[in-house]
């Protein structure tokens, strides 16, 4: 696992987690407009972007490398902590494990409980398609599909073109179904969750799957302060990954708010 690092180390720690499929530079935009104030950092999780040659192994697997960098690097402690997909999952999944590791926490676009027909539906679209969605040449296709099929204002920067290019491809089979299998199959929200002192707030796409919304009510169960926000009109991920302006005109107010 690596981490990239944007602004003074003696600012309040952010730690942002990308989603499955892509790497560190899926908040990019984000860090560098928070640099000014946090320290952000941006984990490139195993399996992904430059860590291809590591296998990903799981989302409590996952957590156990960002505990530990935490401990190491932060005092044990974030001011603020998201992710969003299965980078959503491993911030709930640290939220369970310690009470304290951070003041506020989002989680986007994630499961908490089993959807193993949704996994095994996953997995055997990877397993047949995988060189017509993953391969290079696929990935510059999407790319130059995406003025078709996004507004203007989704649409990648260059320089994150250029990263999603170089990094889709490299995700390895074995990681792939080591994620479907985790995160949509096995992973299941802790009770120990019950315990966090974090602020948290549960964000989703209106157009978002129901499994997503209803995970949404399941963790609130457990936290009966998180607060939950849905982005009207659209989908998976969309803020953390082709809307950072507007991911930020949400975030920014929740890290300003100052609990009485």
């Keep these: 696992m690596k ?6 180390k003696k ?3 952010i730690m942002l987690i990308h989603g499955g499929g892509n790497a560190w530079w899926n908040y990019l935009r984000q860090a ?4 000014d104030r946090y320290h952000v950092i941006l984990p490139t999780l195993d399996g992904h972007g430059e860590e291809y040659a590591l296998t990903y192994k799981s989302t409590e697997d996952s957590a156990d490398k960002l505990m ?26 640290l939220l369970s494990r310690k009470a304290d590791i951070t003041r506020k926490a989002i989680i986007d676009g994630s499961l908490c409980f089993p959807q193993p027909g949704m996994a095994r539906y996953c997995m055997a679209v990877i397993r047949f398609g995988s060189r017509f969605m993953f391969s290079e040449k696929a990935c510059r296709r999407q790319i130059r599909w995406m003025p078709k099929l996004l507004p203007a204002k989704m ?9 999603y290019i170089q990094d889709m491809p490299r995700v390895r089979m074995e990681s792939l179904e080591n994620m479907y299998r985790t995160y949509m199959a096995k992973y299941r929200l802790k009770e120990s969750v019950r315990d966090t002192a974090a602020e948290v707030m549960y964000w989703y796409g209106e157009k978002e799957m129901k499994c997503v919304k209803e995970s949404a009510r399941l ?7 998180c607060r939950i926000y849905e982005a009207k009109g659209y989908n998976h991920g969309y803020l953390a990954i082709y809307l950072p302006q507007e991911w930020l005109a949400v975030a920014e107010p929740f890290f300003n708010e100052v609990k009485e």
């Design 155 to 163: 649409q990648y920067p260059e320089e994150i073109q250029a990263y």
């Design 32 to 35: 560098r407009a928070l640099s």
């Design 68 to 93: 530990s960098y935490i401990e190491e690097n932060c005092g044990g402690h974030l001011f603020a902590l998201g992710g969003v997909s299965l980078g959503g999952q491993i911030v709930m999944e």
């Design 219 to 225: 963790f609130q169960s457990l936290v009966p302060s």
């Design 3 to 8: 981490f990239h690092e944007f602004g003074s």
């Design 11 to 13: 600012n309040p720690h």
